[in-house]
């Protein structure tokens, strides 16, 4: 009997394992390096209803020296604050980026560039970001974005 239930068991597991759809991890890869391009480009150019267009409803924003921001409507909050007077520029350059296996799950880091204006000249900032990306009903959108300096202070830029 034991044989019959071992052979049942090998069965069912190879018919689940053969039904289990395949992710093409390249077109996935892809698709998150296009919308992570896709928010890069939004916050370079301080649009603030189209750097949300990118985040989950229930994104997390952890900044550096402040509290989570949880929701878009919180995250909207902080842009308002980072993308204020005084900002010259803002990118990032993403370093890596890796999708979990079921496709439904990626993660990035990478460095970020801000430049503020300030009555003394500008300050140069640079830093880095830990971003999660998760997928809901077949679009990418960012659940998490971790982020801080690498410095205690920006420098000036002609530093």
Known sequence: MRRNSTTLFVAATSIVACAAPRVDMEAELEAVRARSAGIVAAESAFDIDG??????????????????????????????????????????????TEVSERGDMAWEYGVNRLVLTTPDGDLFDLGKYLATWRKIDGEWFIASVSFSSDAPAPVPLDQ
Request: charged share 15%.
């Open 51 to 96: 750097s949300l267009a990118f985040w989950a409803p229930d994104g997390v924003l952890l900044p550096a020296d402040g509290p989570p921001a949880v929701g878009r409507e919180a995250v909207r909050a902080l842009f308002e604050q980072f993308f204020g007077p005084g900002v010259k520029s803002f990118g990032s350059t993403t370093t890596y």
